[in-house]
């Protein structure tokens, strides 16, 4: 994970490094050579997620990718960290630093208070809310028409489930997690959060941060603090994010980081936009020629 871009681009090396460098461990190692059941723990996989991001985004610009000035950046959950330190709000170290304790954090609220997510496929949004409504569970993420992910306690979600299923869901597939994330039920974490934020250096951001919670854009370090602590126990409107930057103009979007998920959600949501990713060398050097 990330090592072509380690070996190919001295500025993704050095993202690399700092990450190294903030967490007091060979992160990139792990990234490099796993194994993968401990990258693959909450703790360890959203700092890799968020350092192999930001080394794409840092080697495509040493490639001179002709990346455009963005008008709005946003990321999808653990994504947002990213998006935050491309606009300039956190110090890469800060960001990965802080990926970290909401990974621990997060893992930690899953043991204290157990639960899970499923995701819901073919079901329109108020059919769903109310199901949640009848299970004591939420709508988690709202990604782009016909897929939406639901969480809480376990029990609950299987119960969401069956019903989903009893009432027009196509598929209703349960998600392998470690903890009923964007519910209330990671409250704890919200609790440990609140305690860390406060430690770091948070600037204006230079580029508008268009928020998971609200789909609105935040333009200054305290509403970012605060959205932070609101996105763990809420719901992700990615589906509203993307709409609200075509909305005011937007007629390209890059996905920069490992897979192609995002770029699967912007063409159930608008196929008329173009969309470009950047999740490899390969593909950084096909964009710069």
Not at 76 to 96: K, M
Not at 120 to 148: F, K, M, S
Not at 213 to 230: D, F, G, I, M, N
Request: charged share 20%; hydrophobic share 45%.
């Amino acid at each position: 994970m990330g090592l072509d871009l380690y070996q190919s681009y001295p500025a993704a090396r050095a993202v690399f490094e700092e990450a190294d460098n903030r967490l007091g461990f060979s992160l990139s190692r792990l990234c490099f050579e796993g194994p993968e059941e401990e990258l693959r723990k909450t703790v360890n996989a959203q700092p890799a997620l968020v350092t192999v991001s930001f080394a794409c985004l840092r080697a495509a610009q040493e490639a001179g990718a002709g990346l455009p000035a963005p008008a709005f950046v946003a990321g999808h959950s653990l994504g947002e960290y990213t998006a935050l330190a491309a606009a300039g709000v956190l110090d890469f170290p800060d960001a990965v630093y802080l990926t970290r304790e909401r990974g621990r954090l997060m893992y930690e609220a899953g043991l204290q208070r157990p639960g899970t997510m499923a995701a819901i496929i073919g079901l329109d949004e108020p059919v769903l809310a109310e199901i949640c409504r009848e299970t004591d569970t939420r709508i988690a993420n709202i990604n782009c028409p016909g897929q939406l992910v639901i969480s809480g306690a376990t029990d609950n979600v299987e119960q969401a489930v069956k019903l989903a299923t009893e009432r027009g869901a196509s598929r209703a597939l349960p998600l392998q997690v470690s903890g009923a994330f964007h519910s209330p039920l990671m409250q704890p974490a919200v609790d440990g959060m609140a305690s860390v934020i406060p430690t770091l250096a948070f600037r204006e951001p230079l580029v508008p941060v268009v928020a998971n919670t609200s789909a609105q854009p935040l333009t200054s370090a305290e509403a970012v603090k605060a959205e932070l602590l609101e996105q763990l126990c809420n719901s992700v409107r990615w589906q509203a994010s993307i709409e609200h930057m075509l909305q005011n103009g937007v007629t390209r979007v890059m996905e920069i980081g490992p897979g192609r998920v995002l770029s699967g959600l912007m063409r159930r949501i608008d196929r008329g936009i173009e969309t470009l990713n950047l999740g490899d060398a390969g593909a950084i050097k096909a964009l710069a020629g």
